[in-house]
Structure formats: C-alpha cells, structure tokens
C-alpha cells in the first residue's frame, strides 16, 4: 500500500472518531437571572421618562457640536482606550491559540546522521559505519473526546467577550469623563464672567462711597469696607482660572495630547451646554444587557464555568493518534527511491490513574472560582443599580435646588439696587449695600455650579444605565503627545 494511500486512511479514520466524539463534560453556562424590580425607586419627574433608552450617543443630545468634536477625538486618541484595545486584541489571539487545538499539528523535519559503533563490543566489529539521510513530517492530533478542547475555547471566548465590554465600558468611561470636564470648564468660564461682573459692581460702589468720603458724607469705615469686599472678590479670580486651566489640561490629556494642546475650535465661551427636555432611563432589567461591567461579570463567570470542563476532562482518557510520513536512506542520492518510503501510524492513549487527587482538587478549585464570580456578577448587578438611583435622585433634587438660587439671584439682585437706591438717599447705612453684594456674589457662584451639578448628574445617570453607548474603538496607530 503507497504512504499516500495509508495516510488518506489514517485521516478518514480519524475524522470518523472526531466527527463521533461530541460529549463535553463538566456544568454547562447557563446565564445568571436576579429579580429586579419593574421600575426605578425616583418617580419620574424633572425631565426623567420611562420610555426605552436612546440609542443615540448620549453627548450628541446636548446638541453642542464642539463637545461632540471633544468626545468623538477622545475615542480615537485616548491612551486608556489605545490600552484596552491593546488588551482585547491580546484576548483575540489567545482565543486562536486555544481553537488552534482542535486541529492536527503537523512537523517537518529533515537530518543526516552519521554512525558508527564500537569496534571493542562483541557485535561491533560486524556493524558497518552509516550514513542517514531523512526527510520526513509527523503530525499529532488529540481526539476531543470529553470536550477539553471545546470547553477550553468556550472559556477563552468568555474572556475575549468579557474584554469587548472592558473596552467599551472604558469607553464610556472616557467619553463621560469629556463631557464632565468639558461641563467644568465652561462653568469655571462662567464663574469666572459673574465674578468679573460682581467685582466690577463693587468697584463702582468703592468709587462712590470716595467721592462721598471726599464730600464729607461717610465715614472712612464705609471705604474701607467696600475696598475690602472689591479685594475679596478679586482673590477669588486667580482661583477660578486655575479651575479653568485644570480643565483644560485635563481635556488635552483625555484626547491623548500634551496639557494645553487643545483644538484652536474650542474658544473662551462661558455657555453651559444644553439639557434635553427629556430623558429616557427605561427599567432596572435593561442594565443586565446595557451595562458594560455586567456583561463583562456575565462572560467572566461563563468562562469560570468552561475551566471546569477543561479540569474535568483531564480526569478521562486522552486519545491522540500519531503518524510519520518520511523519506530516509543511507545516502543522499537514494533518499528520493521508491523503497525509500518511512510510514508510522498509530492511535496513543494517555490515563492519569493516580495523582493524589490532585485533578479533583483543581475541580473543586475552579468550582469555587466560578462561585465567586457569580457573587461578582450579583455585587456588580447591584452597584449598578445603586449607581443609577443615586444619580437620578441627585438629578431631580439637584433641579430643586437650581430653582431655588435661580430665584434667590434674582431677589439678590433686587436687593443690592434697593440697598444702593436707599444708601444714596441716606435711608440706610453702607453695611446694607455691602452685605446685598456679598450675598448676590455668592448666590450668583452657587446657581452656576447647581447648573453643571445638574449637568454632570444627567451624565452619570446615561452612564449608570449604559445609555447611548459608543461603538467599539478601532485601532488606531500609535501617537507621541504634542507639546
């Protein structure tokens, strides 16, 4: 029989016996259930609706396009992003080195030998010197009979799913952190705006109780107050440009530039962004599929549960068959003649009788891995929940609360041009107006810090319930910051 013949045989024959092999021991996945319950705990007032969560990038509903520049930059040039790309595409190829067990590996190789034995033996004197020439491929190939292999790819394909949502929970990590940033910055703009303009205020009034001072109408105290609260202000403004500069720098940082290299689009503008008259936050059960991190908990104990099978099966026999396919001759000239042929084939089996239990110990080992990670799928579950109810009642009392310094900057307001009318007319004393100043400074600092409270609360509520996900990154060639 010709080798090709036989190895055509042995490759039948072995295809049949893989094709038979199909039972895979060890627990099944079967994916983790918790009872939530239908609705959030926050009734849905201020702008909240239970409807089903929007599909749409959630930094695109504030409808600024300069943010959404910032954001989209972010997630092609971000280097924690870049890093866990790095990461998925790892899990990617030890996903390939475990599925590249289900096939045969193959060998070649090729050799001279030269011998000669011992002419002071009693057989070696009659042994003549050769010479081996050989050429020759030998191939393995382990029968997945108990489903070592297959449980060993389903767990690599936990891991590599489980690193998918890593990257895009990164992600939205990333793009949150953005629109944050982004929100402190023009609120430090804008703090820094009313300041200038209350400093300003108080500047006009140290003029006037001057000129009244230089007319003999106050008393030196009435300057020295009004001086003191212009000099109050004013030491707030070096503070508040640090806040903006922070912002700044950490922009660049999160679009994977150096701190101050920002895009020239950006501008000095001091405009809040815009809240969208209505969110959708949907039911507690959708996080079980939106969350990232829950995704992740999710393939993580999958593959936990596939390791079991893994450690399983090597408790059972382990088939392989073998063969060599080869060419060898005692010279070099006759390697390629037709007696020349070398053929090897044979099934081999393996069985750990005794091991000390070593084998059922790894089971139990990784049973109790997989125990644990169904806690952390559970934990991760309800940390997500608490997430989402913290920032949505965080966003409705926070609103509350906007409502009321909106209207108190407005009584503020009417109350230093009422204390001033009354001081010019001499109805009431300077402390009156110095008092209305401060307080609308301060009312005035606190309603622009409840608006990007609000703000930043909406982000973290579409972050909390994976609203609005962005799509995967994709590679993107590796970059040096600019200076």
């Given at each position: 029989?010709?080798?090709?013949?036989?190895?055509?045989?042995?490759?039948a024959?072995?295809?049949?016996?893989?094709?038979?092999?199909?039972?895979?021991?060890?627990?099944?996945?079967?994916p983790?259930?918790?009872?939530?319950?239908?609705?959030?705990?926050?009734?849905?007032?201020?702008?909240?609706?239970?409807?089903?969560?929007?599909?749409?990038?959630?930094?695109?509903?504030?409808?600024?396009?300069?943010?959404?520049?910032?954001?989209?930059?972010?997630l092609a040039?971000?280097?924690?992003?870049?890093?866990?790309?790095?990461?998925?595409?790892?899990?990617?190829?030890?996903?390939?080195?475990?599925?590249?067990?289900?096939?045969?590996?193959l060998?070649?190789?090729?050799?001279y030998e030269?011998r000669?034995?011992?002419?002071?033996t009693?057989?070696?004197?009659?042994?003549?010197?050769?010479?081996?020439?050989?050429?020759?491929?030998?191939?393995?190939w382990?029968?997945?009979?108990?489903?070592?292999?297959?449980?060993?790819?389903?767990?690599?394909?936990?891991?590599?799913?489980?690193?998918?949502?890593?990257?895009?929970?990164?992600?939205?990590?990333?793009a949150?952190?953005?629109?944050?940033?982004y929100?402190?910055?023009?609120?430090?703009?804008?703090?820094?705006?009313?300041?200038?303009?209350?400093?300003?205020?108080?500047?006009r009034t140290?003029?006037?109780?001057?000129?009244r001072?230089?007319?003999?109408?106050?008393?030196?105290?009435?300057?020295?107050?009004?001086?003191?609260?212009?000099?109050?202000?004013?030491?707030?403004?070096?503070q508040?440009?640090?806040q903006?500069?922070?912002?700044?720098?950490?922009?660049?940082?999160?679009?994977?530039?150096?701190?101050g290299?920002?895009p020239?689009?950006?501008?000095?503008?001091?405009?809040?962004?815009?809240?969208?008259?209505?969110?959708?936050?949907?039911?507690?059960?959708?996080?079980?599929?939106?969350?990232p991190?829950?995704?992740?908990?999710?393939?993580?104990?999958?593959?936990?549960?596939?390791?079991?099978?893994?450690?399983?099966?090597?408790?059972?026999?382990?088939?392989?068959?073998?063969?060599?396919?080869?060419?060898?001759?005692?010279?070099?000239?006759?390697?390629?003649?037709?007696?020349?042929?070398?053929?090897?084939?044979?099934?081999?089996?393996?069985?750990?009788?005794?091991?000390?239990?070593?084998?059922?110990?790894?089971?139990?080992?990784?049973?109790?891995?997989?125990?644990?990670?169904?806690?952390?799928?559970?934990?991760?579950?309800?940390?997500?929940?608490?997430?989402?109810?913290?920032?949505?009642?965080?966003?409705?009392?926070?609103?509350e609360?906007?409502?009321?310094l909106q209207?108190?900057?407005?009584?503020?307001?009417?109350?230093?041009?009422?204390?001033?009318?009354?001081?010019?007319?001499?109805?009431?004393?300077?402390?009156?107006?110095?008092?209305?100043?401060?307080?609308?400074?301060?009312?005035?600092?606190?309603?622009?810090?409840?608006?990007?409270?609000?703000t930043?609360?909406?982000?973290?509520?579409?972050?909390?319930?994976?609203?609005?996900?962005p799509?995967?990154?994709?590679?993107a060639?590796?970059?040096?910051?600019?200076?």
């Amino acid at each position: 029989m010709s080798p090709l013949r036989t190895l055509s045989r042995a490759l039948a024959l072995a295809s049949a016996a893989f094709v038979a092999a199909c039972t895979s021991v060890g627990p099944d996945h079967v994916p983790p259930t918790m009872t939530l319950a239908a609705g959030w705990q926050q009734p849905a007032t201020a702008g909240l609706a239970r409807d089903a969560i929007d599909e749409q990038p959630f930094w695109r509903a504030f409808g600024d396009p300069v943010l959404t520049g910032l954001v989209e930059q972010a997630l092609a040039q971000n280097l924690d992003l870049r890093a866990a790309l790095a990461r998925l595409e790892g899990a990617r190829a030890l996903r390939g080195v475990a599925a590249a067990d289900r096939w045969p590996s193959l060998d070649g190789r090729a050799g001279y030998e030269h011998r000669m034995d011992s002419k002071n033996t009693p057989f070696g004197a009659f042994i003549p010197e050769t010479n081996i020439h050989s050429i020759a491929a030998d191939a393995t190939w382990e029968l997945d009979l108990w489903g070592r292999v297959r449980r060993s790819v389903e767990a690599a394909d936990g891991e590599l799913q489980a690193s998918e949502a890593d990257l895009q929970g990164a992600a939205l990590t990333v793009a949150t952190e953005v629109v944050t940033t982004y929100v402190d910055l023009r609120a430090a703009q804008r703090r820094l705006r009313i300041a200038n303009e209350n400093l300003a205020l108080q500047e006009r009034t140290l003029g006037l109780v001057r000129a009244r001072l230089a007319a003999g109408l106050v008393v030196e105290r009435d300057v020295a107050q009004a001086a003191t609260n212009v000099e109050s202000t004013r030491a707030r403004l070096p503070q508040l440009q640090v806040q903006e500069t922070a912002a700044r720098h950490r922009l660049a940082v999160l679009l994977g530039r150096a701190p101050g290299d920002l895009p020239a689009d950006l501008g000095p503008t001091a405009t809040l962004p815009v809240l969208p008259a209505r969110v959708a936050v949907g039911a507690p059960a959708d996080l079980l599929r939106r969350r990232p991190d829950v995704r992740a908990a999710e393939r993580r104990l999958a593959a936990e549960v596939a390791r079991i099978g893994v450690a399983e099966a090597e408790r059972y026999p382990r088939l392989s068959l073998g063969g060599t396919l080869g060419l060898s001759a005692n010279s070099a000239g006759k390697v390629f003649d037709a007696d020349s042929d070398v053929v090897a084939f044979g099934p081999s089996l393996r069985w750990n009788l005794f091991d000390g239990g070593r084998l059922r110990q790894r089971v139990a080992a990784l049973t109790a891995n997989a125990e644990a990670a169904q806690v952390a799928w559970e934990q991760t579950v309800l940390r997500a929940l608490e997430e989402a109810e913290n920032a949505m009642t965080r966003f409705v009392h926070e609103q509350e609360r906007r409502a009321s310094l909106q209207r108190a900057a407005g009584e503020a307001r009417r109350a230093v041009d009422l204390a001033q009318s009354q001081y010019r007319a001499g109805l009431s004393d300077f402390q009156s107006v110095i008092d209305s100043e401060r307080t609308v400074a301060a009312i005035e600092d606190d309603l622009v810090g409840s608006e990007a409270a609000v703000t930043t609360n909406l982000v973290a509520i579409w972050k909390a319930i994976g609203g609005g996900l962005p799509a995967l990154p994709e590679r993107a060639p590796a970059a040096t910051a600019r200076g």
